[in-house]
């Protein structure tokens, strides 16, 4: 990991235990509340430095692809836009949120912009991406401000993700895999619609992880 990278996640705790701190006191003793939220989301994913591995696939018998380099450094795992669901519970009391969730993000893109010619073990072979997804389990705290029906709020995230990719090497498939961890900082709004339902837009930054970049908009219900 980039140091520079674990510095702005350091920050990021220790701004979130300070803001946590603050509006506790500010508290109310009933002021509790569970809430589910349901997300559409769009965001910009980098795989340049995920550990993928070779799990398996008639390619691997090809010399040099089990270690191949070179093709995760190209599009798309330099840089991607992926669109996905999220579902998301979450307990927010005295003005803190505690949230645990489950999202799945899917890549888009063009067949010519994933193919390439790349040399393995002194072979030139054609090289493409098949598909490439991330099952990801998030937890996240933070702290929730109220103001009418507008609520502000701020989380650190911490995902959990299950990547996983299948490329073609000469027409022949391969599948790699990797289980990485990463920080996101998220800021957002939720308008109330009545009857303990809300709209939210937030957005949301990676410090550290795959994650570059990210939005979401949600319907959340909110039980007392």
Known sequence: MRPFHWVQATRAWALFVFVAGVVAREARADDSQFQLSFSM?????????TPLAFKGGEAGELPGVSQMVE???STPFSGVRAYGLR???RCVSHHL???LGFQIALPRWSRGDVTGTYPIA???RLVSADALSSKDVRLSVGADLPLGPVHLYGDLV???RFISTTMRVDGAAATFAATTFGYAA???ASLDLGQDVRLALQAERGLVGEQLWGAALSVIFAFD
Request: glycine residues 18%.
């Open 41 to 49: 989301l769009a965001t910009n994913l980098s795989y340049g430095d």
């Open 71 to 73: 093709p995760f450094e």
């Open 87 to 89: 579902v998301e519970e």
């Open 97 to 99: 949120r505690l949230g």
């Open 122 to 124: 002194g072979v030139d």
């Open 158 to 160: 911490g995902t959990l």
């Open 186 to 188: 998220e800021l957002g």
